[in-house]
């Protein structure tokens, strides 16, 4: 049975095991081409900060579905000139069949989503990115086999994309340990909700030390040391993140099965070398792609094409 027709995901932590589970299975299955599901529905994408990647995968997974995408931003429509955010997601509603949304507050997202009927989905907020996840463990799976019993290093900033992976390693029974400098941690509530995903099948764990988050792990993941919306820091974080950075040095302490993964964009000689997205273990350029398979599945669930 679908679960997650008519749905939202503001948060990973929308999903439970079994739902996290499914999307996987189904996003493998429509990569591999073995399901097609078609809907003739229409996506608004209202993004408020720059995005290579969520737009074009979103747009092509739709279309591959059969159905249209209307790119909105708030410069092409009213939202610029104030219009309020309620009133926007009230008429939206009447058009759209499923909303994506990248902006800076989690609770936009959330307002939004209280006014509109139609699933909303995150796509990238200051508090989560729980889409590049999904691709980020189906990389993971498609590596590896299966998922429970990896474990994935993620180092630099407890951001957006830590916080997701967090609930998505916790939901898929992926160890996963996080390495930031001090006063840059995920946020400690987040922490405690993967905790709680996690129920004890697999380890969550907040530290400083990069070296020792990095030994034995299955995946190391890095993302910019400076988000969208923080530019203003990126030369005070400069010299903090530089212990954090994914190099071949610290690869060297991983398994030596480990894949290299990074959301991108990436900052080559910043948070990740040259070598290490360049080298033979790097999967990034798969985990790009499987943002549009993701993503897909996610699509065809919500809108019950599937
Ligand atoms: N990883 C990711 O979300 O990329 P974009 O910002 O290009 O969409
Ligand atoms: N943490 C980054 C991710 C970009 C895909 C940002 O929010 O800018």
């Given at each position: 049975m679908n679960t997650l027709k008519g749905r939202d995901l503001l948060s990973l932590a929308d999903l439970s095991a079994e739902e996290m589970r499914d999307l996987l299975d189904l996003a493998a299955q429509m990569k591999a081409g073995r399901t097609n599901p078609r809907c003739e529905k229409v996506?608004?994408?209202?993004?408020?900060?720059?995005?290579?990647?969520?737009?074009?995968?979103?747009?092509?997974?739709?279309?591959?579905?059969?159905?249209?995408?209307?790119?909105?931003?708030?410069?092409?429509?009213?939202?610029?000139?104030?219009?309020?955010?309620?009133?926007?997601?009230?008429?939206?509603?009447?058009?759209?069949?499923?909303?994506?949304?990248?902006?800076?507050?989690?609770?936009?997202?959330?307002?939004?989503?209280?006014?509109?009927?139609?699933?909303?989905i995150n796509a990238l907020s200051d508090w989560e990115h729980p889409c590049q996840a999904l691709a980020d463990l189906l990389t993971m799976q498609e590596c590896f086999g299966q998922l429970p019993g990896l474990t994935l290093t993620y180092v630099g900033d407890g951001n957006n994309v830590a916080h997701s992976l967090m609930l998505g390693c916790a939901l898929t029974g992926v160890n996963i340990r996080v390495a930031t400098p001090p006063k840059f941690e995920p946020d400690a509530k987040l922490l405690e909700q993967a905790k709680a995903l996690a129920g004890g099948r697999s380890e969550v764990t907040v530290t400083h030390d990069p070296v020792e988050a990095a030994r034995g792990s299955h995946a190391l993941y890095t993302d910019v040391w400076a988000s969208m919306g923080q530019e203003s820091e990126a030369d005070d974080r400069g010299p903090i993140f530089q212990p954090y950075q994914l190099n071949d040095d610290l690869l060297a302490k991983a398994d030596s099965s480990a894949i290299v993964l990074h959301c991108l964009p990436a900052h080559r000689g910043e948070e990740i070398t040259d070598e290490a997205i360049e080298g033979s273990q790097s999967r990034v350029w798969d985990q790009a792609e499987n943002r549009m398979h993701a993503q897909k599945a996610l699509l065809a669930r919500v809108l019950g094409a599937v």
């Open positions: 996506l608004g994408l209202l993004f408020s900060k720059a995005s290579t990647r969520t737009r074009v995968s979103f747009s092509v997974a739709m279309y591959q579905l059969g159905g249209q995408v209307i790119d909105l931003n708030p410069n092409v429509t009213q939202v610029s000139r104030g219009e309020p955010l309620v009133d926007t997601a009230r008429v939206l509603d009447r058009y759209l069949d499923v909303a994506a949304i990248r902006t800076f507050l989690q609770a936009d997202l959330e307002t939004f989503a209280s006014y509109a009927q139609i699933p909303v």
